[in-house]
């Protein structure tokens, strides 16, 4: 593949270290790639060496998908403006997004990321319910504006941050590794969700109310965790009783990723008050959205505080998710991540029979985690086993990442 290089790869390095915040994450740290280039499932550093991504979030529909270019700097050569003006393609989006959402969800807000699209669900969620405090799940990541750390235990316990006095963590329901541990059964999605029903009369007993239930749908950086049946819906059904808006995270998980659904809440049964999207919304070009009632968004609107977003709903960012979701339901991309799925969890379990270093094996579609393990019995987590797994497959042309709260989970 033809790549061109703009400098020496330790120029570009050196720049950074100079000009970048160190709290900038960067991929590899200690022997960074520097890419160039991509196309499909593919990526390309500075000498033309290709990498097969299986880390990248963002590339939904395959890096550089001809599609989603095409529309994007067709309608970036006619107009790109904020959303105060009417456009079709703001609205064309709304109407394609919600057609894949089941009723009552039809309002749309869009926004630039998932942090602003979270945050935005919270400030809505608050109008709607009149109550302040929020549920989130133990290592829960929903953004980095500080409105969203303080319902991150995967950020703020990192930083040794004192947790909000509004904040209300439940335990996650992590079959393997959680508090309550065995078959991911409805018998076990009851006892995490009775431990949410305490937290709610807990709150209730000092005087808070909750105004807000909020999780992935299937948490990621809490290890790529499936709940147990049955889970949400007694959730939300307890949330809802004590006047609380249920919001689910799709960020990561949502547009088909898990196969066969679109929405990773589907898995569960229910329907959320307030969906958020992002990430792979727009393959890779900064757009995502809220999506709510008729009824909640109209609350929002009453509480005198007009909302806007200078980008956000932008005719180009508009048109890249429009492009992104035609793709999707024109190539099966669904029922394509559903079959490789299932067959790659097949093979995975299969490796699992072979390594005891193998702990878990877990996952729906293309939302697979791997945890490796010390020791089966004692289930200690098997971290730097899984960076030097991470390592390797680098060197082999791989990338690929590790998450949970002990980074053992690939």
């Known amino acids: 593949m033809d790549v061109k290089e703009h400098m020496p790869k330790h120029d570009t390095l050196n720049l950074r270290k100079r000009h970048v915040g160190e709290s900038c994450k960067l991929f590899f740290r200690?022997?960074?790639?520097?890419i160039v280039k991509a196309k499909g499932q593919y990526m390309y550093d500075e000498t033309g060496v290709k990498y097969l991504d299986c880390m990248n979030n963002v590339a939904h529909v395959g890096h550089c998908d001809e599609t989603v270019v095409n529309a994007a700097t067709q309608q970036m050569a006619i107009l790109n403006t904020n959303n105060r003006f009417l456009h079709d393609n703001l609205v064309l989006c709304a109407k394609r997004l919600t057609?894949?959402?089941?009723?009552?969800?039809?309002?749309c807000y869009f926004v630039n990321s998932g942090s602003e699209a979270n945050d935005l669900a919270l400030r809505i969620a608050r109008a709607y319910s009149m109550q302040y405090d929020v549920i989130c799940l133990e290592q829960a990541y929903h953004g980095h504006l500080s409105s969203l750390i303080d319902i991150s235990p995967y950020k703020y316990e990192v930083g040794k941050f004192p947790k909000k006095e509004w904040v209300h963590v439940a335990a996650i329901p992590d079959s393997y590794r959680g508090k309550y541990r065995g078959e991911n059964s409805e018998e076990i999605g009851e006892l995490y969700a009775k431990e949410v029903e305490e937290l709610v009369k807990d709150a209730e007993a000092k005087g808070r109310k909750i105004g807000a239930f909020i999780a992935e749908s299937a948490p990621s950086c809490g290890g790529q965790i499936i709940f147990p049946p049955g889970y949400l819906k007694k959730v939300y059904k307890c949330v809802r009783a004590a006047?609380?808006?249920?919001?689910?995270?799709?960020?990561?998980?949502?547009?088909?990723?898990?196969?066969?659904?679109w929405w990773a809440f589907e898995l569960q049964d229910v329907v959320p008050d307030i969906i958020t999207v992002g990430k792979s919304m727009g393959n890779g070009h900064p757009v995502s959205a809220v999506v709510t009632t008729k009824e909640i968004s109209m609350a929002f609107k009453d509480n005198g505080m007009e909302y806007f977003n200078t980008f956000g709903?932008?005719?180009?960012?508009?048109?890249?998710?429009?492009?992104?979701?035609?793709?999707?339901?024109?190539d099966g991309l669904s029922q394509h991540?559903?079959?490789?799925?299932?067959?790659?969890?097949?093979?995975l379990n299969e490796l699992k029979e072979k390594h005891p270093t193998i702990g878990d094996v877990r996952g729906i579609g293309l939302f697979i985690g791997v945890e490796l393990v010390e020791n089966r019995e004692t289930r200690e987590p098997a971290t730097a086993l899984a960076q030097h797994v991470i390592t390797m497959l680098k060197e082999n042309k791989i990338l690929m990442s590790s998450d949970g709260p002990d980074r053992n989970v690939l």
Do not use: W
């Not at 200690?30 to 520097?34: R, T």
């Not at 006047?243 to 659904?261: M, N």
């Not at 932008?314 to 035609?326: D, G, T, W, Y």
């Open 313 to 330: 709903g932008n005719p180009v960012s508009c048109a890249a998710a429009l492009s992104v979701m035609e793709v999707v339901e024109r």
């Open 30 to 34: 200690s022997d960074p790639i520097k």
């Open 243 to 261: 006047g609380g808006v249920c919001i689910a995270d799709e960020v990561q998980v949502g547009f088909g990723r898990v196969g066969k659904h």
């Open 337 to 347: 991540a559903a079959e490789v799925g299932d067959y790659t969890i097949a093979l």
């Open 99 to 107: 057609a894949t959402l089941p009723e009552p969800l039809s309002v």
